[in-house]
């Protein structure tokens, strides 16, 4: 992760950059209200399933709305270092763009349309895991990872790891 742009997206109006990254741990601190959770569900709304199903009530909730203005589309844009190949793109830099209005979602690969499927495929490649996204640590997941069966656990290692997808192909 080297870029965060995020435009119209929760409380996010204007087009925002966040940038550096460490290619390690980032932890996000600030005060209260200052963004730290929508800007975590702005990386989770391109990265995971978390707003896979999204009513008409979902995605007014994601637009900017304040007083005396409402946008009609937003979107948040991560721009990856591949420098690495992780990404099975041939490119030192993937862009993975996700933008939504009232009645469309769509998804951009280096500006180039692409499909949901096609985003999982290569995220899934790269070792995100959509149904548990643990690259993103929530309030209350370590004790919940801890309180699980050994079996749950050892399921989640593997989901985590990237070698479920071995397993199941």
Known sequence: ???????GFKSYKDQTI????????NCVVGANGSGKSNFFHAIRFVLDDLFSSLSTEDRRALLHESVGH???????EIVFDNS??????????VRLRRSIG??????????????KKEV???????GFSR????????QGKIAQMANM????????????GGTRVYEDR
């Open 1 to 7: 992760l080297s870029q965060v742009v995020i435009e």
């Open 18 to 25: 966040l940038e550096p990254f460490s290619n390690r741990i």
């Open 70 to 76: 409402h946008v009609l589309s937003a979107y948040v």
């Open 84 to 93: 690495d190949n992780r990404l099975p793109v041939d490119k030192a830099e």
């Open 102 to 115: 009232m009645k469309k979602d769509d998804y951009y690969l280096d500006k180039k349309h692409v499909t």
């Open 120 to 126: 999982a495929n290569l995220l899934e490649t790269a």
């Open 131 to 138: 149904a548990n996204p643990y690259y993103v640590v929530q």
């Open 149 to 160: 069966k050994d079996e749950q656990r050892l399921e989640l290692l593997k989901e985590i």
